[in-house]
């Protein structure tokens, strides 16, 4: 249980981060870079596995950890596009919604025991991701523009089921070798993104940036750690609906106590739906 705390925790702390990337005019693009570079250079300083190029390459789960690493760039770029063209709002409920996936695929792949009050528990939790980010005006957008938050559903979702498939059939104590490689790919990612943003002339290096991304990185490294090896505790129907819900009530009243944020009544109300729903499930 205590590695599911740290991971909410620390997952909370990187939402919180982002809200004074927003004060202080940090470039996420340089920060998530350097994020992946701090992240993947601590991992590999720290992992107790020799490096070496064959012994990278000869681990089974090399294939999943590269196409993880290639999700967790593409998914920070493409939450930040779709904040900015379809709003935070739907944008983060179609992020959190994706726990349908891996919540689906463990009732029915690994045979995860499925009760009344487990789907009820789910169910509710779905609806408090919605009510806690309900805001009273729409965003105005494009249509063509809700491809954005589609495509973000379904990389979070597939992302956290290769996760636990990975976890579930190829770790044998060597979680930090496989999230550290995640971590190198993401950073190849997102390196390869930011040179192609450069190409336009919008990409001005200052310090503030580096250290945004060594901070971000830091904290990165722990959810993501603590996250993998809470996630070899619970069952992917009890573990992805509690983490979710819990970071999305954290978040919502960090952002009331700490930034001022205006909660509505029905933001209030999901907030206690998500308190009820991570009840529900433990019970379950």
């Not at 590695?3 to 981060?17: D, E, K, N, P, V």
């Not at 090399?62 to 967790?72: E, N, V």
């Not at 550290?180 to 940036?209: D, M, N, Q, R």
Request: aromatic share 16%; glycine share 6%.
């Amino acid at each position: 249980m205590i590695y599911l705390i740290l991971a909410i925790l620390l997952s909370t702390a990187i939402i919180i981060t982002f809200k004074f990337f927003d004060k202080y005019q940090i470039d996420n693009f340089q920060a998530i870079v350097i994020n992946y570079l701090v992240a993947s250079f601590l991992g590999f300083a720290i992992c107790k596995e020799p490096l070496s190029f064959s012994g990278i390459i000869s681990q089974s789960w090399i294939g999943y950890a590269a196409i993880i690493g290639c999700f967790l760039a593409l998914a920070f770029y493409i939450f930040a596009l779709s904040a900015q063209k379809v709003g935070v709002a739907l944008t983060a409920v179609s992020s959190k919604m994706s726990v349908v996936i891996p919540v689906t695929f463990g009732i029915l792949i690994f045979k995860e025991n499925l009760n009344l009050v487990k789907i009820i528990g789910i169910g509710i939790a779905l609806l408090a991701f919605y009510l806690t980010f309900k805001k009273d005006a729409d965003f105005k957008f494009k249509k063509r523009f809700l491809i954005l938050p589609i495509v973000l559903f379904i990389a979070n979702g597939t992302n956290d089921t290769l996760m636990k498939f990975t976890e579930k059939n190829y770790f044998h104590n060597d979680e930090l070798f496989f999230l550290s490689f995640a971590f190198f790919v993401s950073l190849i990612v997102g390196t390869i993104l930011i040179i192609i943003k450069s190409l336009s002339g919008k990409v001005v290096l200052k310090f503030k940036h580096l250290f945004a991304g060594i901070i971000l990185g830091l904290l990165n490294f722990g959810s993501t750690y603590f996250f993998l090896i809470a996630l070899g505790k619970f069952e992917s129907s009890i573990f992805f609906p509690i983490f979710n819900v819990s970071i999305v009530s954290c978040a919502a009243l960090v952002g009331f106590f700490g930034f001022k944020e205006k909660l509505r009544p029905i933001n209030w109300i999901g907030i206690g739906m998500a308190i009820f729903a991570i009840v529900i499930i433990a019970m379950a």
